[in-house]
Nanobody, 113 residues
Framework: QVQVVESGGGLVQPGGSLRLSCAASGSMFSRYTMAWYRQPPGKQRESVAV???????NYADSVKGRFTISRDNAKNTVYLQMNSLKPEDTAVYYC???????WGQGTQVTVSS
């Protein structure tokens, strides 16, 4: 059973940066499409960024130009670099493995002064 574990959340001021990490177990990580989702308070979960096994990326319009998704297959890890953070980026961020339909437990990101 593949598991994914997020880390790197926290409290940051508007305009600041954070990098989230998602470590996955298993030996076939490089073959999977990985994604980051988020769920703001009182709202539904939404897609933030996706990276295919070949490295193709896709972003929600709300984060384009500010967030970057990347992966290190040697470390079985996917990252989300978040720059120019805004209060509306406040949410629980989840890592997701598309092929296995596996979710992480989530990590809280709070953007506030």
């Amino acid at each position: 059973q593949v598991q994914v574990v997020e880390s790197g959340g926290g409290l940051v001021q508007p305009g600041g940066s954070l990098r989230l990490s998602c470590a996955a177990s298993g030996s076939m990580f490089s073959r999977y499409t990985m994604a980051w989702y988020r769920q703001p308070p009182g709202k539904q979960r939404e897609s933030v960024a996706v990276i295919s096994s070949g490295g193709t990326t896709n972003y929600a319009d709300s984060v384009k130009g500010r967030f970057t998704i990347s992966r290190d297959n040697a470390k079985n890890t996917v990252y989300l670099q978040m720059n120019s953070l805004k209060p509306e980026d406040t949410a629980v961020y989840y890592c997701y493995c598309n092929e296995l339909d596996v979710w992480g437990q989530g990590t809280q990101v709070t953007v506030s002064s």
